[in-house]
């Protein structure tokens, strides 16, 4: 499975930014999430959602402001942000797997396939 991320950009504090991640020669698998890297710091987790059981998670920091969802005519996995602030400053990664038990949703290495990553800054 190969995913491409994409919709990143710079933009103002309190603006909105859609990203979507589309998978190639497989479909996506059971859970997809949205994780974001600011430079010099970890891999955070930001979006989860988990078909199979139904399950959708958000970082604290990001609840009330994103939404992870699917839109299936186009095949993608779509992260909406809105009220965005300059510490949403990040590269965005998507992933996906099939073995991600809902303990671990939230986390980077329950995951098997990674995009590439798309650039969002955030100014003040």
């Known amino acids: 499975v190969q995913l491409q991320a994409s919709g990143g950009g710079l933009v103002r504090a309190g603006d909105s930014l859609r990203l979507s991640c589309a998978a190639s020669?497989?479909?996506?698998?059971?859970?997809i999430a949205w994780f974001r890297q600011a430079p010099g710091k970890e891999r955070d987790f930001v979006a989860a959602?988990?078909?199979?059981?139904?399950?959708?998670k958000y970082a604290d920091s990001v609840k009330g402001r994103f939404t992870i969802s699917r839109d299936s005519a186009k095949n993608t996995i779509d992260l909406s942000m809105f009220s965005l602030k300059p510490e949403d400053t990040g590269v965005y990664y998507c992933?996906?797997?099939?073995?991600?038990?809902?303990?671990?949703?939230?986390?980077?290495?329950?995951?098997?396939?990674w995009g590439q990553g798309t650039q969002v800054t955030v100014s003040s």
């Open positions: 959602i988990s078909r199979s059981r139904g399950i959708i």
């Open positions: 020669g497989l479909t996506f698998g059971t859970s």
């Open positions: 992933a996906t797997g099939d073995r991600v038990i809902a303990s671990r949703i939230g986390v980077a290495a329950a995951y098997d396939y």
